[in-house]
């Protein structure tokens, strides 16, 4: 049994759709955070904002997976 008989190509987009908008969405907020960072002069402040961002890019990349899992299966 050969691969295409295993997996049709729309259960792969049903699949591949979501991680895709993940993917996406934690380049953008990490682009941001970037910039974020990049704006703030050095000290305690600067490191608890990264802390704070490394979180939060963590939060909202398993928020848009569940929220993009949620309405791509519907």
Known sequence: MSFA???S???IWEIAGPLIITAISTLVTGIVSIIILKSIPKGLIKEVIRIFLV???VGITLGTLYISAG???T
């Open 5 to 7: 008989e295993l997996f």
């Open 9 to 11: 190509l729309s259960e």
């Open 55 to 57: 979180v939060a890019i």
């Open 71 to 73: 309405i791509w299966g």
